[in-house]
């Protein structure tokens, strides 16, 4: 069993960051792979970007060049960096975990926080 718990979130101008920390209980941190979903109002849950076991990352297209995901085994820790965020980056974002990718991409994982709220507005 392995429990997620989102942090970082909130309400940031257009161009502005945010750092959203996903913390993992347990001691098998290192054998998931982790993702970032966000889901806005009236759309549905996207993939933002993942993270495999080996440290290997794939963005949505909306996000590459602004958006970072890492990951420290150390601190059963994964976390995404957001730059030049924009006002449609304005959703409730996920982290989840699996010990399989493609139940990340496919977002059937087994693990889900509980959400962080981003809100991108002047």
């Known amino acids: 069993q392995v429990q997620l718990v989102e942090s970082g979130g909130g309400l940031v101008q257009p161009g502005g960051s945010l750092r959203l920390s996903c913390a993992a209980s347990?001691?098998?941190?290192?054998?998931?792979?982790m993702g970032w979903y966000r889901q806005a109002p009236g759309k549905q849950r996207e993939l933002v970007a993942l993270?495999?076991?080996?440290?290997?990352?794939n963005y949505a297209d909306s996000v590459k060049g602004r958006f970072t995901i890492s990951r420290d085994n150390a601190k059963n820790t994964v976390y995404l960096q957001m730059n030049n965020l924009k006002p449609e980056d304005t959703a409730v974002y996920y982290c989840?975990?699996?010990?399989?990718?493609?139940?990340?991409?496919?977002?059937?994982?087994?693990?889900w926080g509980q959400g962080t709220q981003v809100t991108v507005s002047s």
């Open positions: 989840n975990a699996d010990f399989s990718y493609d139940r990340i991409v496919t977002g059937s994982s087994r693990y």
């Open positions: 993270i495999t076991q080996g440290g290997a990352t």
């Open positions: 347990g001691s098998a941190f290192i054998t998931y792979a």
